[in-house]
């Protein structure tokens, strides 16, 4: 363990441990689904928080017509009629020397008969909390808080600004992380308490969610060769896409070193046919497509694009009934802390000095909000509590050793960033 300053000692001693997995159980019991009411509700919870611990609160309605109107908006999924920003930041004057990130929404959770536990029940056995959005990620939001009540409880002051920046609408999108930074809210540099695994994620690759439309040919099913399948001809151009997605992840980033596919492309829904003993003559296939590391959204759309069309020129339907490629939902475009910048050793220095292992360094092959703090010009990188392996699972659950570790690295961080000048 390294030596510890005093302040950085007071402020460890002030981290209610108890108090944190407390207000985690608090946390995940708010059932905040995606473009649910609930994320509002969460938001509400966690601003009067804030202003337990002496931050300075802004919390404001999203005005979602111009969000979605402006030029950059990253898209969405979810249908919300609102949407609550929150920011909370420690009292002065300047940008904020730090910023510690997090989304309060999840994702559904599927069967319910799949989990072991009640999902909004954060049941805590063995160790661990179990419960959806326990790993993904309110174990990183509950993190922030311990840090900022940890430093109100010590007594340590600076003249440099800590922010916590709570965001709604990530798994879809990432319209609270846009909203928050075009209200303003910066700093000088951003740790997203995503799940690591232990890890600094210093880069994420991009997703973009596409919409294939194929037609066929209908037949009464006895009389099958009269018609044309778009199962079949779906086949076709499904073959292509397995080999744009190999040539794609052929010579990834060394950041992906362990990482199988990081660039991946999959269909998640297909939907196709109206009748049994019909051939269906219409095949809508929806999915995920991955953008590598400092590739435009765009060139990889007409990558895609590309790739249909060529898979559509070779077969003789498709030739004259080219599929339709369209793009809706949520836009991940890629991301990645500057070479070289100090932060990286900056969070692993303070892991260190708690005792942890030395984080290593990685990227990451799904989209976040580290990219929107990124292309507004913070240098922002991922380090929180949990695996990201257990995300959107019936399995989701976070070690709580763990979380206590990460808030007291990320409490030294936060002492060492507001007593210094960048």
Do not use: I
Not at 148 to 166: F, I, K, Q, T, Y
Not at 374 to 381: E, K, N, S
């Amino acid at each position: 363990m390294g030596a510890l300053s005093e302040d950085e000692g007071r402020v460890l001693e002030a981290l209610d441990e108890r108090r944190l997995v407390e207000d985690l159980v608090a946390l995940v019991r708010v059932p905040s689904v995606t473009g649910s009411a609930a994320e509002g509700e969460v938001q509400h919870l966690l601003a009067g928080w804030f202003d337990e611990v002496g931050l300075e609160v802004d919390m404001w309605s999203e005005d979602l017509d111009a969000l979605r109107a402006d030029p950059g908006f990253p898209g969405s999924e979810a249908p919300r009629t609102e949407a609550w920003g929150l920011v909370g930041t420690t009292p002065g004057d300047g940008e904020p020397a730090l910023v510690l990130q997090g989304h309060v929404d999840v994702v559904p959770v599927g069967d319910p008969a799949a989990w072991a536990h009640d999902p909004f029940a954060a049941v805590v056995h063995d160790g661990r909390l179990h419960g959806r959005g326990a790993c993904d990620m309110k174990a990183g939001v509950a993190v922030n808080l311990a840090v900022a009540r940890a430093l109100h409880r010590s007594g340590v002051r600076s003249g440099r600004r800590l922010a916590l920046h709570s965001v709604v609408g990530e798994e879809d999108g990432g319209l609270g992380a846009f909203a928050t930074l075009r209200r303003g809210h910066t700093g000088e540099v951003a740790v997203v308490t995503e799940p690591t695994s232990g890890r600094l994620l210093t880069a994420n690759a991009g997703a973009l969610t596409f919409r294939l439309e194929v037609t066929g040919l209908a037949a009464h099913g006895s009389t099958r060769l009269e018609g044309v399948s778009a199962l079949d001809t779906f086949a076709v151009v499904h073959a292509a896409l397995r080999r744009l997605e190999a040539a794609r992840n052929a010579s990834p980033d060394p950041l992906f070193a362990g990482t199988r596919l990081p660039y991946a492309l999959s269909v998640g829904q297909v939907r196709a046919g109206d009748w049994a003993s019909s051939v269906p003559d219409l095949l809508v296939a929806e999915g995920r497509y991955g953008v590598a590391l400092d590739e435009d959204p765009q060139a990889a759309r007409e990558a895609f694009v590309r790739c249909v069309a060529e898979a559509a020129s070779g077969d003789p339907w498709l030739r004259e009934h080219p599929p339709v490629v369209t793009w809706p939902g949520g836009a991940f475009a890629p991301g990645r802390l500057p070479a070289g910048h100090p932060l990286a050793d900056e969070v692993a220095d303070a892991a260190e000095a708690v005792g942890m292992a030395r984080p290593t360094v990685a990227a990451a092959p799904y989209g976040s909000d580290l990219r929107l703090y990124a292309a507004a010009g913070v240098p922002t990188l991922q380090y929180g509590p949990g695996d990201v392996r257990l995300a959107h699972s019936p399995r989701e659950s976070v070690p709580l050793d763990e979380v206590v570790a990460v808030a007291r690295a990320l409490a030294v961080l936060a002492v060492r960033r507001l007593s210094t000048t960048d």
